[in-house]
């Protein structure tokens, strides 16, 4: 975790202790509160949901993910044992922070989803990703995604491993349910330890159709090491995936798209945007110009390419550097 970022060379006595203010408890501001209180200051992290984790909690959603179950574990652990004052379902304003007496501010309120300029955005078939993954939402068994970049295949991958009307359910390590998937032999009696074809088909709940507006491949940004597994997988439960796609409308009949010039309505129950997010940065830009000592890491400085690993690293760095 974020012990990898540490500078133990730093004499911590040496430090004078200031008090700090952290908004936000997603994973950049989980490391950062974690850090800055290991180093003598005292920390108040204000988190506006009413547990920690932010995105990371979505994350936790998505078959295959169950590492952030121990990221959680590990920086509740840190928090709690540094004594930093916890404050959930609180969304502090710029008076609330200038007049708390904190000498430095540091903002890790992440992000929210984008909306794309879509005739029919508000049509009662749309969900947003983070709506979906919460459980605030459930999809159809027709689902279009909007989207294939990373969150587009946890969502697609989330979409075929539960059934239409089922909230999320934590991702667990469950071995015997992943060797089934991919046909693995555990007595190993099997020639090469396979009992049949890793890539045979496999039921999905869901009909799937992912979209993306490039012309390139989809999926291009997933992990080397994880890609291919997402693809494999998707694969398996025949999601469909089109590439340079024009979005027209949304409305009662589902999504109106072009391909190459040719009109296509894909039909879907629902319909899931994945089209980015954007920086909820604005107490950030205010703090700013009210001339107090605010810093800004993780989604809320830079929300393309979400990664829990540069979060984590900033809010490290950002604590070291109070």
Known sequence: MATMYY??????????????????????????????????????????????????N??????????????????????????????????????DLSQGGFEAVVIASGVHPRVPAIAGIDHCKVVFYNDLLSGKKCAGHKVAINGA????????????HSRPGEAPKA???????????????????????????????RKSPREVTMLQRKATRPGLGLGVSTGWILRSSL????????????????????????????SRVIEADTIVICAGQESNRALFDALRAAGIEAHVIGGAREASELDAMRAVEEGVRMAQAL
Not at 75 to 87: S, T, Y
Not at 150 to 157: L, N, Q, R, S
């Open 7 to 56: 500078d133990d060379s730093a004499d911590l006595s040496l430090i004078q202790a200031r008090k700090v203010a952290i908004v936000g408890a997603g994973a950049a501001g989980l490391a950062a509160a974690a850090e800055a209180s290991r180093r003598g200051h005292r920390v108040t992290l204000f988190e506006a949901a009413d547990n920690i984790g932010g995105q990371l």
């Open 58 to 95: 979505l994350a936790r959603a998505v078959p295959g993910k169950a590492e952030f179950d121990e990221m959680l574990r590990y920086f509740r652990g840190r928090i709690e044992d540094g004594g930093v004052d916890l404050k959930l379902n609180a969304s502090p304003t710029m008076g």
């Open 149 to 160: 970049g990373g969150i587009g295949f946890d969502v697609a991958e989330y979409l075929c």
């Open 171 to 201: 991702s667990g390590q469950d071995i015997s349910a992943f060797q089934s998937e991919w046909n693995i032999d555990a007595s190993l009696t099997m020639a090469g330890g396979l009992a049949g074809d890793p890539l045979a088909p």
């Open 235 to 262: 694969a398996k439960r025949d999601v469909k995936i089109v590439a340079g796609v024009t979005y027209q409308r949304i409305d009662d009949a589902g999504l109106h798209i072009l391909v190459n010039g040719v």
